[in-house]
């Protein structure tokens, strides 16, 4: 597959998953029920979904035992933020946006720099942003979901996004335009998470 078309892709996707996000939860799961109500929200929320995808991306740039270790320190930190999130325990939302806002940046631009570097680096910043996106995900559990299946969805669906980055990532270390291509991603990754960051979208 060429890199335009990989890009064209990403590109499409993101697009989809921003004009899906327009459902609320509830409806989400009074369409899916409560494990595809909370797989899909990180699915079609466009923040979660650029941060996830990164984080697979970024751990492929990385190599080695951070293809596993990135996304796993990302998944167990967004458990814990998850629970905090369904207890109403101690962040304000504001302060939950801006970190989510955050990680799309940061993570953007990770991968628009697309270097190798000590993977312990990477999973200090990803254990925070895993955990203010599962804040988010338990503090947004619809009152009429069952908790647990639908914690359960949005790990999964956590998880999915992470390997389909992870494989971007991987197919871009064997070509080079390929690389190109991410970091123009990357790029566009930053610009959105500023956007997010001034509330513009």
Avoid: C
């Amino acid at each position: 597959m060429g890199a335009e078309l990989r890009l064209l892709i990403l590109v499409a996707v993101a697009v989809l998953a921003s004009t899906a996000s327009a459902f609320g939860h509830e409806n989400q799961v009074i369409l899916f029920g409560p494990f595809l109500g909370g797989f899909t929200h990180p699915v079609l929320g466009l923040d979660h979904f650029i941060a996830m995808l990164s984080v697979g991306i970024v751990s492929a740039i990385l190599g080695g035992r951070a293809i596993w270790g990135v996304p796993a320190t990302f998944v167990s930190f967004m458990a814990i933020g998850g629970l905090l999130g369904w207890s109403k325990v101690g962040l304000a939302m504001p302060v939950v946006e801006t970190g989510i806002a955050l990680s799309v940046i940061l993570l953007g631009l990770l991968i628009a720099i697309y270097r190798q570097m000590p993977a312990f680096y990477v999973a200090i910043p990803v254990a925070f942003f895993g955990t203010m996106h599962g804040y988010a995900h338990g503090a947004e559990i619809p009152s009429i979901a069952d908790p647990v299946q639908y914690a359960a969805g949005f790990m999964i669906g956590t998880i999915v996004i992470h390997l389909a980055g992870v494989l971007i990532g991987d197919i871009s270390r064997r070509y080079a335009n390929d690389r190109v291509a991410l970091r123009v991603a990357g790029g566009v990754f930053v610009l959105t998470g500023g956007l997010f960051l001034a509330g513009v979208i």
